[in-house]
């Protein structure tokens, strides 16, 4: 033994070892696993969410120095982004101005004209500040951000935005920073709403507050107007910033401003994803949809096909989500974009294993314990999964040595994702399989045990050709037996998804609690400022609240660390900037009443907070500079006070100012104000979501073919070649089924009868072999010439014509196996009528104390439901013989007719039909011949007629023989019986079904032409059928007419078909179906000879016609199967077979129809029109179509495959299936 | 890619339609691929385009998808054929599940092209090299479907050479005479792809042939 194959049975053993365990405790194992994907994504808390805004982290001003660009060590809390000097610093000096105290005498607008107008002369004092010292002269100019041309496309932007020089952003812009323009700008609100529109607003970025908190509108009660100027500089320094804010501080003295001044806030943008990337990135995931579709399509054969694709997308998924965790977890960030890497990810990782592992289990045999089957479909992978996985595992190595960044992380995450993945497929995914499986085997039992409830269990016995037939396997109904839960799973796949959407409001649900989910982390992450922007909403509403001095909500990164324990020092630290205020002489008047309140809360502190989260990286934007994935420093702010006295705000109003109406609904308008953003932003939600369902909707819609079981859906019959997921190599459990073969004749199959219990077929040679369609055993060869009939000629020489019966019964008893129950009604009769043996026989048992008269015993039946405790005849006389020297005489066939000269076997036989134990064979000559089935003897001759016999119908007792030249034949099968006992094989079974006469040896049966229909048909007539005391013949010369078989008189001539007829049905319940060469197939009423319906199914002729109780199944030429609504003639489905799969049909119950093809028959359901089983007759696939097929009372169906006969019973599989 | 396969098998009746509706269905995704991958080659300017077509919404100029178009259609009925010539039909792993991975795959290939940064070019030709030849051993194994890579391929490099040449389009920093030298081995790993769905969506018109030489 190899090292390999050591290898390989130890693999192949720990996984059978591996299987058994994960089947003896699914619900630990799940606990197990669920509690370690959850440790494994414990870490993934800390990685932002999608969605969230920039992330913080805040340092000391005094402290300050610029992070170096290496990583040094472990410094704790420092994020990894914190490297390098920042984008840019920012200044903002806020300013908050107010014209106090309020007189009555001043209009709105002066509101903020004066206060506006201040910031010009504050703008030159920053401009124009310089800081010397020993290290040198600096101005503004020296440490600003140089700004060049605005980004090509925001050429409107000229106006308000600088452009070569230094980024510094005020109010002031709007008016080229002039004064004059200023005060000669009639209306400045028109001026500021020009750009309103934008987003984010001017407004905002030139103000440096959000809008609405600037206090420039004609609505502002609190009288306080504030504004920003935001210097942009590129290097920091201390110094240069210290100075000016003493100068700033000196000149305009905030009284009451408690703000810290000690902390810098480091923001780190996100990278941003336009719509040009997020056009590659939706396609790769609609690309991974599509491959996971396709994937779990496969899943077959198992209790729920759903919850198998789910586990395999969870186990995936999981997997995913916990390399990534186990990555964070060792300090492996991701720097890579995860939402791009993800899909790739999923289809390196993939879902093959969890595929193959399905597979593999469920093709193991069904009726193994649900442990030993895991175990056993585990084992048998395991060597093919180790493969993979080595292999995978191989080319992750490889990809890890081209030792580019991106790619080793890729690796490093691919590995950790296999080794995960590979886990959990072991682990979860091969218990809830386990799980799965064993629901199904519970369905099954359940579904099962009435059915074999009330079965004794069947006799054991050796000889099986001569006892009773073996008790019939359940009746064939028990596959139609469909609990209505299963019926729901069969339905098509859209409704059942639309069913199961519908029954339990998934979607609704699901959507809901993501949402809450969604918005519940991001309120507590606050990403975007919600809480402060409440906050702001509140202190809108109380002026003097100062709701924000909590301290902003801890972000979700880094800030929380620094956030938490700083206030209550700081302030300590830092108090409120002197209380000596240089006093303004504006403001040196004691404030009336109505002074209107300059107030500095905390959320002033950090005023930046309030923009939008876009508001930084827009700006830089303007200038080409992206933001993304860098930071930028927010320097403390520089408050400033101004208080203007009304004088001056009168000295600078615009002749205009006071034109302008006073305001008239200025409450309504604010709150409509704010009221439409939420709508806007509940409207954006709503479209979004509409969209979203929409956009699955389409993409099921597209995804799912749409039609179920129509016109054209290909079910691949499956070659033996390539089974079902060819590519894993495994085939469906075929060893449920295995065909019997039949095998004996030389030449291929060319007529084929049974009467459920005896089964006659001929070959082209035209011998004919008689079998018992239980076991399969020949029972009788009839050779079409030669050795039997020099027999026979030997025997009528020795004994006379009229001990012939006695003797051919006897010979039967004793030689041929045969039919247990006919066989020991038939002794009987012969010993009543035969007392007197001849000579020749002495030395045969004396069997008459065999005799049991008592027929009441025998439970009524019938021959298609044999008893089931069938009377055990043949032992009895297996045993009399055995005491008894067998004698070995061969055959012994007698001619009852007159005819003194040996039939030619030279003619072939075209017809053949089998009833009771006779069979009827008509042959190329025109001879009708009736022979023994049992025996093999030739009980009777007719050769009226000289034209071939096409076609044979036998009912009751009589024959119909259809000619080639268009006439038809009736024969009446007379028995002579001495007591004029005429047996009944059984009592009657179904309905009106008359039974069939058991003709026993010694009967004189004679075959007699009663009446002969000349002209019946123009042309040859090709298809003989009858039932229900009629006999339909369908011809080449397109009609269809209907006999009686009593007194052979046409009822009915039909006319439809515009071909000849090919295929015909008729059965007990009077309905005929007829199909033509013109593709067409009608409905008859036979009662009145009317058409019921009339369909165009097929392209080529109709080949095969069956009905069921509620539709019609027709084959063509055209290798489709159509399924019609039999009431209405409309046409349900069709299933396309592959070519050359031959036309022959059978139902073998209301929802089972078995069709045969190139080797093989296949089962389909009915109902739906799936592909249940494909049963491969034979080793070598090709070259042999099943062209004959009968379907046996007892499920088993019998069909020609070559030169063999093949006897398949219908699989418990498919009871399975059901 | 593809989806369309499996409903459009009712009008598949006469060859020629099926040829044509396998034609249009290849143009189409490779007009789609073209669009998208193009997009991310924009992204990070590597190829430049004139700058007025910039601005389009194609983000490329006009003429680039319907030429992939064309050529995935060419290829996709192109495999098959060779296939069914050859007498060696395609019968490794032909579901559309793995034609999806294929695809991924691909655009994943020219993922890494055009966002992962490499120390040098020599370095990314090798690896996409042997990403194109992964791609291939994964989803094809047949020698047919190498040899015509290659020699498309090939083709296609000397065609983007003179397009180049000529001046109708640029790389930003070409290192194999005009171009990148990884572009041979996207183009491999598309023909690979295009093939792929070609042999797959083949599957329906090859039943359909058996149908019809059996009515004959």
């Given at each position: 033994m190899t090292l390999r194959e050591q290898l390989r049975e130890k693999i192949s053993a720990a996984f059978y070892r591996h299987g058994l365990l994960c089947a003896s405790y699914p619900v630990p194992i799940i606990l197990f696993t669920s509690a370690s994907i959850l440790t494994c994504c414990y870490p993934l808390l800390r990685l932002p969410l999608p969605g969230t805004g920039p992330v913080e982290f805040t340092t000391g001003v005094r402290d300050y120095s610029v992070p170096s660009h290496e990583p040094q060590g472990d410094l704790g809390e420092r994020p990894d982004w914190y490297r390098g000097p920042p984008v840019a610093y920012i200044q903002q000096v806020l300013v908050k101005a107010a014209?106090?105290?309020?007189?009555?005498?001043?209009?709105?607008?002066d509101v903020f004209r004066s206060p506006l107008g201040r910031a010009f002369s504050l703008l030159e004092e920053i401009r124009n500040h310089v800081h010397s010292d020993s290290s040198g002269v600096r101005s503004l100019e020296t440490l600003c951000l140089q700004v060049t041309d605005l980004f090509p496309g925001l050429r409107r932007m000229q106006s308000v935005l600088p452009e070569h020089g230094c980024l510094l952003v005020s109010p002031g812009n709007y008016w080229q920073n002039q004064r004059e323009l200023f005060d000669s700008d009639p209306d400045l609100l028109k001026t500021i709403q020009k750009h309103e529109p934008q987003r984010p607003a001017h407004l905002d970025l030139l103000f440096g507050v959000p809008g609405k908190y600037t206090g420039v509108s004609h609505y502002n009660k609190k009288k306080v107007v504030t504004y920003t100027m935001t210097l942009v500089l590129s290097r920091y320094d201390a110094r240069f910033l210290g100075s000016l804010r003493a100068r700033l501080k000196q000149l305009h003295p905030s009284a009451n401003c408690s703000l810290r001044d000690d902390h810098m806030v480091h923001v780190h943008f996100k990278e941003e994803i336009g719509i040009a990337e997020l056009i590659p990135l939706v396609t790769t995931y609609i690309i991974l949809f599509a491959y996971i579709y396709f994937s779990t399509r496969k899943i077959d054969m198992v209790k729920s096909k759903w919850g198998l694709a789910l586990a395999a997308v969870v186990t995936v998924l999981s997997s995913l989500l916990m390399s990534v965790g186990l990555c964070t977890l060792f300090g492996l960030t991701p720097t890579l974009n995860g939402g791009e890497i993800f899909p790739y990810l999923v289809v390196v990782i993939g879902l093959e294993n969890v595929l193959v592992l399905t597979k593999s289990v469920v093709s193991t045999p069904v009726d193994l314990e649900v442990k030993l089957r895991i175990a056993q479909g585990l084992s048998n992978e395991s060597w093919s999964i180790m493969k993979n996985m080595a292999t995978e595992l191989c080319i992750i190595l490889i990809g890890y040595f081209t030792l580019v960044p991106a790619i080793q992380e890729f690796c490093l995450f691919a590995v950790v994702g296999l080794v995960s993945d590979f886990f959990l497929q072991m682990f979860f995914f091969t218990t809830v399989l386990s799980i799965d499986i064993r629901r199904m085997e519970l369905a099954d039992l359940n579904r099962r045990l009435p059915a074999e409830a009330g079965l004794p269990p069947p006799k054991p016995g050796p000889l099986r050709t001569r006892e009773a037939p073996p008790p019939p396997r359940p009746s064939p109904h028990t596959i139609t037996l469909q609990t209505p839960a299963f019926r729901n799973l069969r339905l098509p796949k859209r409704l059942r998804v639309v069913y199961f959407l519908a029954r339990t409001r998934l979607a609704q649900r699901i959507i809901m609690v993501g949402t809450v989910i969604w918005i519940g982390i991001l309120v507590y992450t606050d990403p975007a400022g919600i809480r402060t922007y409440l906050a702001a909403q509140v202190s809108d509403q109380s002026p003097l609240g100062d709701p924000g001095g909590g301290g902003l909500p801890p972000h979700l990164g880094v800030a929380p660390v620094f956030r938490g324990g700083d206030p209550t020092s700081t302030l300590g630290i830092n108090p409120a900037p002197a209380p000596t205020p240089i006093p303004d002489n504006q403001s040196q008047e004691a404030p009336p009443p109505s002074v209107p309140q300059i107030t500095w809360g905390a959320e002033d502190e950090e005023g930046w907070r309030r923009l939008s989260f876009r508001h930084w990286p827009s700006l830089f934007s303007y200038y080409n500079i992206t933001l993304a994935k860098r930071y930028i420093s927010i320097l403390p702010v520089i408050p400033v006070t101004v208080h203007l006295s009304p004088q001056e705000a009168i000295e600078t109003r615009h002749p205009q100012d006071t034109k302008h109406p006073p305001p008239s609904i200025p409450k309504v308008a604010a709150d409509i104000q704010t009221d439409l953003t939420l709508y806007k932003v509940a409207a954006l939600g709503l479209a979004a979501g509409v969209l979203l369902v929409l956009l699955l909707f389409c993409l099921y819609r597209v995804l799912?073919?749409?039609?179920?079981?129509?016109?054209?859906?290909?079910?691949?019959?499956?070659r033996r070649g390539d089974l079902p997921c060819d590519d894993y190599g495994y085939s469906p459990p075929v060893s449920e089924i295995s065909p019997l073969l039949l095998r004996g004749h030389s030449m291929d199959i060319e007529c084929l009868a049974s009467d459920g219990m005896l089964l006659a077929s001929c070959c082209l040679a035209g011998q004919i072999r008689v079998w018992d369609a239980q076991t399969g055993d020949c029972l009788t060869v009839i050779p079409n010439h030669g050795g039997c009939w020099e027999q026979r000629d030997g025997w009528e020489s020795v004994s006379g014509a009229a001990e012939t019966e006695c003797l051919g019964s006897e010979a039967h008893g004793s030689s041929i196996s045969g039919d247990g129950l006919s066989e020991g009604e038939g002794y009987p009769l012969r010993r009543r009528t035969a007392p007197s043996r001849p000579t020749l026989f002495t030395d045969q048992p004396d069997l008459t104390p065999l005799i049991d008269t008592n027929f009441a015993d025998q439970p009524p039946s019938h021959l298609c439901t044999p008893p089931r405790e069938g009377f055990d005849f043949g032992g009895l006389v297996e045993r009399a013989y055995m005491e008894h020297e067998p004698p070995s005489p061969s055959a012994y066939p007698s001619p009852s007719s007159a005819s003194s000269s040996p039939p030619s076997g030279a003619h072939s036989v075209w017809a053949m039909e089998l009833r009771g134990n006779l069979i009827a064979a008509g042959r190329s000559s025109g001879k009708l011949e009736l022979w023994d089935a049992v025996e093999g003897s030739l009980r009777c001759i007719n050769e009226d007629g000289v034209s071939g016999i096409t076609a044979l119908a036998f009912l009751n007792n009589r024959i119909v023989a259809a000619r080639l030249n268009g006439s038809l034949d009736f024969f009446t099968v007379e028995i002579n019986k001495p007591l004029g006992l005429l047996q009944y094989r059984g009592a009657p079974g179904r309905g009106s079904m008359p039974p069939s006469p058991c003709y026993s040896s010694e009967d004189v049966i004679s075959c007699q032409l009663t009446r002969s229909v000349q002209c019946a048909h123009q042309k040859p007539i090709t298809v003989l059928r009858a039932a229900a005391g009629r006999v339909v013949a369908g011809s080449q010369d397109h009609t269809v007419r209907v006999y009686r078989l009593e007194d052979s008189c046409c009822l009915f001539t039909l006319q439809g078909h515009s071909g000849g007829i090919t295929a015909i049905y008729i059965d007990q319940t009077m309905v005929l179906a007829s199909g033509g060469q013109d593709g067409a197939i009608c409905l008859w009423d036979v009662l009145t000879g009317s058409r019921v319906s009339h369909v165009y199914g097929h392209r080529g002729d109709v080949t095969s016609l069956v009905c069921t109780t509620s539709c019609v199944i027709s084959s063509g030429l055209d290798d489709l199967i159509c399924i019609w609504d039999r009431s209405t003639g409309i046409k349900l489905y069709s299933i396309q077979q592959e070519v050359g799969c031959g036309a022959s049909l059978g139902v073998i119950s209301e929802s089972l129809l078995v069709t045969g093809g190139q080797g093989c028959v296949s089962f389909w359901d009915l109902n739906f029109g799936d592909l249940l089983q494909t049963v491969y007759l034979g080793q070598s696939s090709d070259g042999q179509g099943v062209r004959q097929l009968l379907v046996l009372d007892n499920a088993a169906i019998i069909c020609d495959f070559g030169s063999e006969l093949s006897l398949v019973y219908v699989p418990s599989v498919l009871e399975k299936l059901d | 890619a593809g989806k369309g396969g499996e409903p459009l098998i009712y009008i598949m009746y006469n060859r020629t339609t099926n040829l044509l509706i396998r034609g249009a269905l290849l143009f189409s995704v490779g007009v789609f691929l073209a669009l998208v991958l193009n997009l991310l080659q924009v992204q990070r300017n590597v190829t430049l385009f004139p700058p007025d077509v910039i601005s389009s919404i194609f983000s490329s100029a006009w003429w680039v998808p319907p030429c992939c178009g064309t050529a995935s259609a060419m290829i996709g009925l192109l495999y098959p054929c060779i296939d069914s010539h050859l007498g060696e039909p395609h019968k490794f792993k032909r579901e559309w599940s793995s034609v999806m991975r294929c695809v991924a795959v691909f655009v994943g290939i020219n993922h890494a092209s055009a966002k992962v940064d490499f120390a040098n070019n020599v370095q990314l030709s090798l690896t996409l090299a042997a990403l194109s030849v992964g791609l291939w051993w994964t989803f094809d194994r047949s020698r047919s479907g190498f040899g015509l890579g290659v020699s498309i391929a090939l083709l296609a490099t000397l065609a983007t050479q003179l397009l180049v040449y000529n001046g109708v389009f640029q790389y930003t920093s070409p290192d194999f005479l005009y171009i990148r030298s990884w572009l041979p081995c996207i183009f491999f790993a598309g023909v690979i792809t295009m093939g792929n769905i070609g042999r797959q969506l083949a599957l329906y018109e090859y039943k359909f042939i058996q149908e019809k030489t059996h009515q004959d």
């Open positions: 014209v106090s105290p309020w007189d009555s005498s001043l209009v709105t607008v799912c073919p749409r039609n179920y079981g129509q016109n054209g859906v290909t079910h691949g019959r499956r | -």
